[in-house]
């Protein structure tokens, strides 16, 4: 939430919601630093991403659904080289990128100020559900994934730290990003 921790608990503590549950689920600690990190870490194991469709349902279900997203998937990891960074079970390298976006926020720049790739460069968000969890990008501000692919397609603001994987791609249908990875 972008907050000091002190902060944090001062606004969690007002909203009364929040403080009985506390105190059963945590008798010795109630609403404290270390008994947010518990909570949230508790929650964050219960969200578990199923199989991918590929991998659901009957043998002709799973055949249709393979036919309708094979021509996408193909130009993800070809044309459009999405899979040069969103790669592996979980799409994505683990690593950090300038994808091009307008913010001023420099991200991992802050903290390797020499090198010039980490300016404005994120970690590459895994895709799994991705048709579910909108806004886009570390700052919200992609509203829908046809924008996304807008904005992919568009290639970004071409400055140094932008990855020498961006730039404009030529893709004339911009549908087929919602259907990857859902
Ligand atoms: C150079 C590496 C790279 C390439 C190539 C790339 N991405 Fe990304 N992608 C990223 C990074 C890094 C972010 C996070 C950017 C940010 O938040 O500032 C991202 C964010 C996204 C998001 C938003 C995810 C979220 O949870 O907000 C989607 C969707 C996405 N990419 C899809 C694609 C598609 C589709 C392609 C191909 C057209 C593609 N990416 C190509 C690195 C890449």
């Not at 998937?73 to 960074?85: D, M, Q, V």
Request: aromatic share 8%; hydrophobic share 30%; charged share 25%.
């Amino acid at each position: 939430m972008n907050l000091p921790i002190d902060q944090l608990i001062e606004k969690l503590k007002s909203i009364s919601g929040y403080i009985p549950p506390f105190r059963a689920a945590f008798p010795k600690e109630g609403l404290a630093p270390e008994s947010i990190a518990k909570a949230i870490a508790t929650y964050e194991r219960t969200v578990v991403s199923g199989a991918l469709p590929s991998t659901r349902g009957s043998k002709a279900m799973r055949k249709r659904s393979r036919n309708r997203q094979s021509a996408d998937f193909t130009l993800f990891n070809t044309k459009a080289g999405c899979s040069n960074c969103h790669s592996g079970w979980n799409f994505t390298d683990d690593s950090f990128h300038d994808t091009g976006l307008p913010d001023g926020d420099i991200g991992r720049g802050k903290f390797f100020p020499s090198v010039i790739k980490m300016g404005h460069a994120f970690k590459t968000p895994g895709l799994r559900e991705i048709t579910r969890r909108g806004p886009y990008m570390h700052d919200g501000s992609v509203p829908s994934l046809e924008a996304v692919m807008d904005h992919y397609n568009n290639g970004g603001i071409n400055r140094l730290s932008r990855s020498d994987q961006i730039k404009p791609l030529g893709l004339s249908n911009r549908k087929w990003a919602s259907s990857l990875c859902s």
